[in-house]
């Protein structure tokens, strides 16, 4: 069902869609394959938030966190392993961030609900876990302006920022004009440090500001007591709302001011909020540009980019990976990747720095490496 609110669809011209036909441009060729276990893997992130560590990347499945290094030649090395304490812990996301004095922190959540801050650098949990989702989280994202601050999105139908440093959850974006189903996805605003966007199971894509809370944002950092009372407040209405996606809306991210989102009808559509004047969070949607995904019809399949944001990669059902150049237009497909003994859905990707390695996670719990060939290394 479509969300009450939001209905109107595309001012001006068509979207652009771009072709599956579009001449290659890039070439990647499979230099690792790792079985890490057999149970899925669903998150794989490199980390953006460190240049001492932009080859580090870490995965989740099942009650493991795993951190790993990519080294010259296809090498992966493996740098550490968190296996949590309850076995029937299955994650399903996890971040990188840092304290405020640098140390860099995989901060991984699940099934349980509950948020594990593990320290990069020994394999411990780093102050006590997060609790507070009332159900399963199923993405934690990084604001990489202020890396200490980390939001959630969970099946309790709400998002929460929380602060790595002092474990505190700051705010909450959920009541009356909140989500009103699971919440897949979430993200920060990479300029705009008070805006994020939420999407999931209403099928709607939300805008949330953090303005008038941001002080609540600053007395997290300094905060003495005891987590628990913190005066954490509730937003309980986004600055936008739309319903871009006829079905689930299961990956969003921000390019500039736009957002880049996927649903489960094979690909991904790239559009400008609008906020009407006269009625305040009721978004008309500009449709601009769409990249057609083949076989990318189940759930929870999130895409990745790199830095700067000029690739967009996304693995589909049937074990191949669509890597699309974002800004472009037309939309021009870089490259389709394809191996005879990738046959599982990849979960999510995750792009290096320059672009230059693609990772594939798996349901098979298998870990797939691409590495972009140039001419100097053919």
């Known amino acids: 069902m479509v969300g009450e609110t939001g209905k109107l669809f595309g001012l001006g011209c068509d979207p652009v869609v771009g072709s599956l036909t579009s001449s290659k441009k890039k070439e990647y060729r499979v230099t690792n ?5 057999k149970r899925p893997l669903y998150a794989v992130v490199f980390n953006f938030i460190d240049s001492r560590y932009f080859n580090v990347f870490a995965t989740v499945g099942g009650n493991r966190v795993t951190i790993y290094q990519c080294l010259e030649g296809g090498v992966i090395a493996v740098l550490q392993s968190y296996v949590d304490e309850d076995k029937d812990e299955s994650f399903y ?9 640098g140390t860099p922190f995989a901060v991984a959540g699940g099934i349980n609900g509950v948020i594990r801050v593990i320290d990069a650098g020994n394999e411990k949990i780093h102050k006590q876990s997060f609790v507070g989702h009332g159900d399963s989280v199923n993405e934690i994202r990084t604001q990489t302006l202020r890396p200490s601050l980390v939001i959630s999105a969970s099946k309790d139908e709400s998002v929460r920022l929380w602060n790595v440093h ?12 909140g989500h ?3 919440v897949l996805s979430v ?26 809370f941001w002080s609540y944002v600053e007395k997290s ?10 005066p954490t407040k509730y937003v309980q209405f986004p600055v936008y709302n739309a319903s871009v996606h006829l079905n689930y809306v299961d990956c969003n991210r921000w390019l500039g001011d736009f957002i880049l989102s996927k649903s489960v009808d094979n690909e991904i559509v790239l559009w400008e909020p609008k906020v009407k ?31 700067h944001f000029n690739i967009a990669a996304v693995g589909n059902r049937e074990g191949k990976i669509f890597i699309w150049e974002l800004q472009s237009s037309p939309p021009v497909l870089l490259a389709r990747l ?20 693609i990772l594939s996670c798996c349901e098979d719990g298998t870990i797939w490496r691409w590495d972009e060939v140039t001419n100097s290394s053919t």
């Open 166 to 177: 002092t474990g505190i959850c700051i705010l909450i974006f959920a009541g009356a004009g």
């Open 187 to 212: 993200d920060f605003h990479p300029s705009d440090i008070y805006r994020i966007a939420s999407c999931g199971m209403d099928n709607t894509v939300k805008i949330w500001s953090m303005k008038e």
């Open 338 to 357: 394809s191996h005879p003994q990738s046959k599982s859905p990849i979960r999510q990707t995750a792009t290096s720095f320059d672009g230059s390695t």
């Open 221 to 230: 950092f300094t905060w003495t007591d005891l987590p628990s009372k913190f």
């Open 33 to 37: 394959r790792l079985q890490e276990g």
């Open 277 to 307: 004047e006269q009625t305040p969070g009721e978004g008309v949607v500009d449709i601009l540009q769409k990249y057609p995904i083949p076989e990318c019809d189940i759930w929870f399949i999130k895409f990745s980019c790199d830095f």
């Open 93 to 101: 996301t996890v971040s990188w961030a840092c304290n405020v004095d």
């Open 180 to 182: 009103r189903n699971e």
